[in-house]
């Protein structure tokens, strides 16, 4: 929940309170009631408007569209300062013809309910929707260790894409790297800064391929169900998110059926809808590695790990699967990834730092020799070297339970 302005309300409820506190001289509503307290009322009365009586409203609505403009208009004047001259103006020339009062308080609070319901009364358009930029890039900077490159592919990406007034296409990225190195916390991240509900998000939408996709023969009911569910988030959503987790088992058939969604749209629709794909897949995790520990044995620091050259591996090795028909393969033969995002090995020190944010998240104290007794838990590889967490920070968070009093 942000602060300051209204504007920073984000729940539907939350807008329901602006509602109800700007026209609380309709009722008994007072208008000296603190935020907090509002809030809260707004609330509890939110609550009672069920599902059924939302759609029966809905169905009268069409009767008052001329009503509602005006109420809206009368709406933003109130909450944004904005549109009140238009106002006043067709107010006074439209003489008495349309008063608040007439419509009925509880009408209105329906009425304002089902509005917020879609969310149009929030900043970005859409209050499911946050497009928390700067919330992405702090977290991902505190967050998520020893990833310079995909911390800055990923931020700039997702930044670019969101400010660009109408992109032509998806934006689609390539998450590479062995498990634990943070592909789904990245990927989790970004719904959570992009989206109110993260994740639960109505326009968030995570397929993993070998638990929605398990069995190769249902192929064919899958693609019909993959598409369905597709279509319905970006029709629902002006901004959807598609996460396709071990997408390397993705079956090439249900990707005949995600292309449309991320291709270039060349028919000169005036659609400003937004989908961003994330692919997360292993492959090219040993080629990540390989050049990870070139550099160390070279004695250079991985952050001197140049963006260019790991794409150059990845790209070669995709190349290579795509002749055995891998789905993820054909993304990159077919030119539909913007951006690949390569993770890197963690080493002994971004073991540690993942544990200590266990810690931290569960509000527990640490101390460093506890940290170093967590990261010694994993198994590091190669043999000789011992230099990075096979298993990345996979369940350092669940191993911290060992040191908890
Ligand atoms: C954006 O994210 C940051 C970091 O998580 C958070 O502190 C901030 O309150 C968020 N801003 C909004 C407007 O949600």
Request: aromatic residues 10%.
């Amino acid at each position: 929940m942000g602060r300051g302005t209204p504007l920073s309300c984000l729940g539907p409820a939350c807008c329901l309170l602006l509602l109800l506190g700007d026209y609380g001289a309709l009722g008994s509503r007072g208008k000296q009631r603190g935020p907090l307290e509002e809030r809260q009322s707004a609330v509890t009365e939110a609550a009672p408007w069920g599902r059924a009586r939302y759609e029966a409203v809905k169905k009268q609505l069409g009767a008052v569209g001329a009503l509602s403009k005006q109420y809206w208009q009368y709406l933003a004047c109130k909450v944004w300062q904005e549109g009140c001259e238009k106002e006043e103006e067709e107010k006074t020339s439209r003489g008495p013809g349309w008063s608040l009062p007439l419509v009925g308080q509880d009408y209105l609070e329906i009425l304002s309910a089902w509005y917020c319901s879609f969310g149009k009364c929030c900043k970005t358009g859409d209050c499911r929707i946050i497009n928390n930029i700067t919330g992405l890039e702090l977290d991902l900077h505190e967050q998520l260790h020893g990833q310079h490159l995909a911390k800055e592919v990923v931020i700039r990406a997702v930044r670019g894409f969101l400010q660009s007034p109408q992109p032509q296409k998806a934006l689609v990225l390539s998450f590479h790297g062995w498990s634990g190195t943070g592909k789904n916390f990245v990927a989790r991240m970004v719904a959570a800064h992009l989206y109110r509900d993260g994740l639960k998000s109505e326009c968030v939408r995570v397929f993993i391929a070998l638990f929605h996709f398990p069995h190769h023969k249902y192929v064919d009911s899958y693609k019909v169900q993959l598409e369905k569910q597709i279509s319905e988030t970006v029709q629902l959503c002006e901004q959807s998110l598609f996460i396709f987790d071990e997408a390397e088992k993705l079956h090439s058939g249900l990707l005949d059926v995600i292309k449309p969604f991320m291709a270039r749209s060349d028919k000169g629709q005036q659609d400003n809808r937004r989908s961003i794909f994330l692919f997360l897949s292993n492959i090219g995790g040993s080629a990540i590695n390989e050049v990870a520990l070139d550099f160390w044995r070279a004695g250079r620091a991985r952050e001197e790990i140049p963006m260019e050259l790991l794409e150059q591996q990845l790209r070669l090795e995709m190349l290579q699967l795509a002749e055995n028909g891998y789905a993820h393969s054909r993304l990159l033969e077919e030119n539909l990834v913007d951006f690949f995002v390569p993770f890197l090995p963690l080493e002994y020190h971004h073991v540690k730092l993942c544990a200590r944010d266990a810690f931290l998240a569960r509000g527990l104290p640490y101390t460093e020799a506890a940290l170093d007794e967590v990261a010694r838990m994993m198994v590091f590889v190669p043999k000789e070297e011992k230099l990075f967490s096979a298993q990345g920070c996979k369940s350092v968070s669940q191993r911290i339970n060992y040191f908890i009093p």
